[in-house]
C-alpha cells in the first residue's frame, strides 16, 4: 500500500503510517481506486432528527455558544459543509467564532471567525474556491473545508455567535473516517486568527519613495503577525485580507520567515504580491487551487479590500522548534492598512494554547474611504501651499 504524497505533505507523516492509519486516508486520483479496510465513514450533520425537513439548528442567541461536533475515539475530519442564515451583510461571519478541540484538550486549535476560516473577509460574501478551502453558489453562502482533521481520542467543535443578532439558521455536515488508531507521527490541524490596525511611520507614509528617501528593515520588528507557535510540525498556508484606506499599492512589504528561534529569517521574500505567487500589484481576480485573489478592490489605485491566499500544499515550510511568520504592511512597515490572516498549519502533540484571537470590537471592518475624502484631503492640501485658486494637485509648489 502507498500514501498519496500530498497526503503525506498534508499530514506531516514524520513515520510510516500503521496499515489501518493508511488505509483510512484520502488521496490523488492515482490512489482513488485502492480498497481500504478498517475504516468506517461517519457524519454528525444538522439533519431533521423527526425525519421532517427542518434540517438545521436553530436561533441560536446573541452571545451564545453551540457544539456541533463531539466524538470519541481515534478518526479524522475529512470535509465540513456550512451555511448560514440570514446571509451577509444582516449578519457577519465574522461575528461567529469557530473552535476546534483535538483529543480532551481544554484550548482550541483552531479558533477563528467562521468567514475569514473559510475564505471569505470581513461581513462580506463572494465566491472563493481553492483546493483545500472554497465559499461556493449562491454567493459565497456554502462554506466547505477539505482540510484533513486526525484525531487521537476525541474531537469536538462549536461556534459562538458573537454578533448582536440571532442566527436564524445553521446548517451543517461534518464528515470523517474511524479508524482503529492513528499513526506515530501524525500531525494535528492548527488554524489561528489575527487582525491589527498597522500604524504609519513617524516620517509618513513613504512608499514608493513618494515623501522621499525610503528606509530600511532589517529585523521585521514592527511586521504583521501571521503565525508565531512553539513546537515541531509544518505550515500549510493563508487567507490574508487587506483593506488599504489609500490609492498606494499596499503589498511593497517583504514575507520575513524566522524558524527555530532563528534571528534573522531563513526565508525572506521580496514582495507581499511574489510571497502570493502573483506579480506587478495585481488587482485581478484570479483563482489557483494553492493560490489566488478571491476579492480585489475597485477604487482608486490600489484603495479598498482585497482577499488573497496561498496553500502550502506541495511546498509545506518545515519547524522543528519554532515558527514565526510575518510580512512588512508596505515598505520597512511604513503604511496604515487593516490586515486579517488566517494561518493554517500541522503541529505534533503535545500541543499549546495559542493567544486568544482579537475580541469582536476590534474585528469590526473599517469605513471605506471615497471620492468625498480624496476632495477633502486635495483640499487640505491646497490650503497647505497658500491656497492658490489654480493649484493642480500634483505641485510642490505654487506657480
Not at 475530519?77 to 451577509?88: D, F, G, R, V
Request: net charge negative; aromatic share 14%.
Amino acid at each position: 500500500m502507498r500514501l498519496s504524497l500530498q497526503t503525506v505533505l498534508v499530514l506531516g507523516l514524520a513515520v510510516a503510517p500503521t496499515a489501518a492509519t493508511a488505509q483510512a486516508l484520502g488521496g490523488d486520483l492515482a490512489d482513488l481506486a485502492r480498497i481500504r479496510e478498517n475504516v468506517t465513514s461517519r457524519r454528525v450533520s444538522s439533519y431533521d432528527r423527526s425525519g421532517g425537513n427542518n434540517d438545521r439548528i436553530e436561533d441560536i442567541g446573541v452571545g451564545e455558544t453551540r457544539e456541533i461536533f463531539n466524538v470519541e475515539g481515534a478518526g479524522i475530519i475529512n470535509h465540513i459543509w456550512i451555511t448560514i442564515a440570514p446571509p451577509p451583510p444582516e449578519l457577519s461571519r465574522n461575528d461567529i467564532v469557530l473552535r476546534m478541540y483535538w483529543d480532551g484538550s481544554d484550548f482550541p486549535s483552531v479558533e477563528s471567525p467562521i468567514g475569514p476560516f473559510f475564505g471569505q473577509g470581513w461581513d462580506e460574501s463572494y465566491p472563493f474556491s481553492s483546493l483545500p478551502l472554497a465559499a461556493g453558489p449562491v454567493e459565497g453562502r456554502g462554506l466547505v473545508s477539505y482540510w484533513e482533521m486526525p484525531f487521537a481520542t476525541g474531537a469536538r467543535i462549536e461556534i459562538e455567535n458573537q454578533s448582536e443578532r440571532t442566527v436564524d439558521a445553521f446548517y451543517y455536515y461534518v464528515d470523517y473516517v474511524e479508524v482503529p488508531e492513528l499513526s506515530e507521527g501524525t500531525g494535528r490541524f492548527r488554524a489561528w486568527y489575527n487582525h491589527e490596525l498597522t500604524a504609519a511611520l513617524p516620517d509618513g507614509e513613504n512608499e514608493w519613495g513618494a515623501l522621499g528617501e525610503t528606509g530600511k528593515n532589517p529585523s521585521g520588528d514592527d511586521n504583521y503577525l501571521f503565525l508565531d507557535v512553539r513546537g515541531k510540525g509544518h505550515f500549510v498556508g493563508v487567507n490574508y485580507y487587506v483593506h488599504s484606506p489609500g490609492p498606494m499599492w499596499y503589498g511593497e512589504g517583504d514575507d520575513m520567515i524566522f524558524i527555530d528561534g532563528e534571528a534573522q529569517p531563513r526565508l525572506h521574500g521580496t514582495g507581499t504580491e511574489d510571497y502570493f505567487n502573483t506579480s506587478w500589484c495585481p488587482k485581478t481576480l484570479f483563482s489557483h487551487p494553492y493560490y489566488g485573489y478571491s476579492r480585489v478592490n475597485d477604487s482608486l489605485g490600489w484603495m479598498g479590500r482585497t482577499h488573497v491566499y496561498r496553500f502550502h500544499i506541495s511546498d509545506p515550510l518545515y519547524f522543528d522548534e519554532a515558527f514565526r511568520f510575518t510580512i512588512e504592511h508596505g515598505h520597512a512597515d511604513n503604511l496604515t492598512l487593516d490586515l486579517a490572516s488566517v494561518a493554517y498549519w500541522y503541529q505534533a502533540p503535545p500541543l499549546s494554547a495559542l493567544p486568544p484571537i482579537p475580541e469582536r470590537a476590534s474585528r469590526q471592518p473599517r469605513p471605506f474611504t471615497d471620492v468625498m475624502d480624496i476632495h477633502r484631503w486635495r483640499h487640505e492640501w491646497r490650503k497647505s501651499k497658500g491656497g492658490h485658486p489654480r493649484l493642480w494637485g500634483n505641485e510642490t509648489a505654487p506657480e
